[in-house]
């Protein structure tokens, strides 16, 4: 499974950024995907998720400023970042789980190289 995160950026304070990550199609039909990110001297946090069926889960830190989607033709799973704050900047990351819908790191088999996004105040 290979996974191609793309999208990061600079950015300023309230402003978006929209993250992609491929996969096959197969993977997206089978797997929760899911997007995390990791700052400077901190652990990998959990961003959002959604499943082969289509729910979505958001962190409460992101929630009402992110949005988790899926778009099946392009075979991409879609990060839409809006209202950015400097706390945002991390290097993110796309993984795949199989068959469980989990927000948990150690869950997800796969992962995509991260991208940066860094927010500027």
């Known amino acids: 499974v290979q996974l191609q995160a793309s999208g990061g950026g600079l950015v300023q304070a309230g402003g978006s950024l929209r993250l992609s990550c491929a996969a096959s199609?197969?993977?997206?039909?089978?797997?929760?995907m899911g997007w995390f990110r990791q700052a400077p001297g901190k652990e990998r946090e959990f961003v959002a998720a959604i499943s082969w069926r289509g729910s979505t889960y958001h962190a409460d830190s992101v929630k009402g400023r992110f949005t988790i989607s899926r778009d099946n033709a392009k075979s991409t799973v879609l990060l839409q970042m809006n209202s950015l704050k400097p706390e945002d900047t991390a290097v993110y990351y796309c993984?795949?789980?199989?068959?469980?819908?989990?927000?948990?790191?150690?869950?997800?088999?796969?992962w995509g190289q991260g991208t940066q996004v860094t927010v500027s105040r």
């Open positions: 199609s197969r993977t997206l039909r089978t797997s929760t």
């Open positions: 993984a795949a789980a199989s068959l469980t819908f989990t927000s948990t790191s150690a869950a997800y088999d796969y």
